[in-house]
């Protein structure tokens, strides 16, 4: 299964009923049921999200073959927005990382085509866990 623990994340911190924020963490632990993850911030602060809410980048060639396969589909701003995160991927440093989703905090389309919702991928990852048979 793959280590999401430390990967850089996204999630919306409501202030109140009328104001959110969009903010950037680590993710510090996900529980055993999979449904909530702490995230880490970096004033030290961490709370708890469900997973369904925390926002992961996705895979640099992933993005980069969305890039590809539907620049007609993809306003010319976000799609600038994107190649620019796609760049900051190949890095493959996690300053760059964090660079790429201050990038993203800036357009909503942009953060809807360039991550994937934690909790989707952590049903990928359960789905691909080999089963353990006892005998």
């Not at 680590?26 to 469900?50: C, G, K, M």
């Not at 997973?51 to 890039?67: C, G, N, P, Q, R």
Request: aromatic content about 6%.
């Amino acid at each position: 299964m793959e280590n999401l623990i430390g990967n850089i994340a996204m999630v919306k911190d409501r202030i109140d009923e009328y104001l959110s924020l969009m903010r950037i963490g680590v993710i510090s632990s996900v529980d055993e049921s999979l449904l909530f993850a702490r995230i880490t911030f970096a004033d030290l602060n961490n709370s708890s999200f469900p997973a369904k809410e925390v926002l992961i980048l996705k895979d640099k060639s992933e993005l980069y073959t969305l890039l590809l396969s539907r620049a007609d589909k993809i306003p010319l701003e976000d799609y600038k927005l994107l190649f620019q995160v796609n760049m900051l991927q190949d890095r493959g440093d996690s300053s760059s990382q964090i660079q790429a989703c201050q990038l993203l905090k800036s357009s909503p389309t942009a953060i809807d085509l360039a991550t994937d919702k934690l909790s989707a991928r952590l049903e990928i990852n359960v789905a691909l866990q080999p089963q353990s048979h006892s005998r």
